[in-house]
């Protein structure tokens, strides 16, 4: 596999290289060269697949033999240990529920397959792998169990203080081993700056081994194509077609996922970005000007991404195309306010207990409203990573799975840190 800077067509480095730099010192984003197309063949007899089948054909197929097909097939088979079920709540509507795996996130796929790739290629053992990550609350939570005690590493989080849930931040900080948090007086947009900062630092870059966890890096994007194939299979098993994903988009690289798996040959009708105020791309779809804005905090605290990362990538996707874009995405933002009305509506309607990203993403399923379509709106989070967000009403009906129980007996630890390089680089290099 080839990937070349969406700042520069003309750069080619491995997927090995683009691995463990994440991105290019150019400052751009890695994109494969040339972008698979899956078989026809596969795509009609898709519902014949397993996940982990469906998981192994999509990544073969941008991988290619840099990871051997059967050890692929391992990896595979050790990161993706979950279901992603698809549940129906009405004749044309369904949610995708991505939160079984260990950290009740979405982020789960993306991190634990990354770890275990990360591990595979790694051929520099006597240098330690040091792994930056910014988090808004999901993406933290996921790579720290995805890379704990995983030899050779040692991951260092930051997140904004005051800006996650509690469970979330418990998820962060109990960790220990070779896992550390940064509590940054700040965002989750000077968290990210802060991240790239150091990426671009050479006097960092030649004393440490620097790599990152987000979703800037193309091993964590590749594995959330799995579910979009997935969920379309799922759905053909009952008889749907016209589908349309409704993505609750903070940094856009969950849905920046699903139009790479449509690019490869995923039939979707039409994609649906779904976002809180922090409303940079519904704006940009909507008057065509992109100008980021410092971000807001909000009750779906994970999308709170004023300037998100992975539109580059989607811009490059369709050649800088708006109407091209318009054509395939449709964009809608809304308030807390309407959240917490939609967490009501989904229990009152369908029984069913959303967390507020999920409930954003219900919200923009209703706004498409394309009545000839089986709409699929993604859930990313377990509801109880929330708790404090719902009514009391609701709080005893949501089940706190044993894992979550079990962080409250444990040593939260995190070291505080201004919104500062200088000391984000001092704490690098001295420990």
Known sequence: MKLYSTNNKNLSVTFKEAVFTSFPSDKGLYMPLKIPKLSENFIQNITQYSFDEIALEIAHAFIGEDIPYNDLEKIIKDAINFDAPLVSLDENLAVLELFHGPSLAFKDFGARFMSRVMAYLSDNKDKTLDILV???????????????????????????????????????????????????????????????????????????????ANSINISRLLPQTF??????????????KNIVFVVPSGNFGNIGAGLLT?????????FVAATNVNDTVPVYLQK?????????????????????SNWVRISDLFNENLDALRNLI?????????????INELYKNYNYIACPHTAVAYLAAKKYNHPEDFTIFLSTAHPCKFIDVYPDNFKNKI???????????????ATSL??????????????
Request: charged content about 20%; some cysteine; overall charge neutral.
């Open 288 to 308: 065509g000007i992109y100008e980021p804005k410092p971000s807001v905090q909000t009750l779906s605290n994970a999308m709170d991404v004023g300037n998100p």
């Open 399 to 413: 089940t706190i799975p044993d894992q979550i129980q079990q962080l409250e007996n444990k040593k939260s630890s």
């Open 262 to 270: 449509y690019k490869a040959g995923l039939p979707v009708k039409h």
């Open 134 to 212: 910014a988090t808004s609350g999901d993406t933290g939570g996921a790579v720290a169990l995805g890379f704990l005690g995983v030899p050779g590493t040692r991951v260092t989080i930051l997140y904004p203080k005051g800006k996650v849930s509690e469970i979330q931040k418990l998820q962060l900080t109990t960790n220990g081993q070779n896992i550390r948090a940064l509590e940054v007086n700040g965002t989750f947009d000077d968290c990210q700056s802060l991240v790239k900062m150091a990426f671009n630092d050479p006097e960092l870059n030649a004393k440490l081994r620097l790599t990152s």
């Open 227 to 240: 579910y979009y194939l997935y969920a379309y299979a799922q759905a053909l098993k009952i008889n749907k």
């Open 418 to 431: 201004e919104n500062n390089f200088s000391n984000l680089k001092a704490f690098l290099i001295s420990e």
């Open 330 to 342: 449709s964009a809608y933002s809304f308030t807390d306010s309407e959240t917490i009305q939609s």
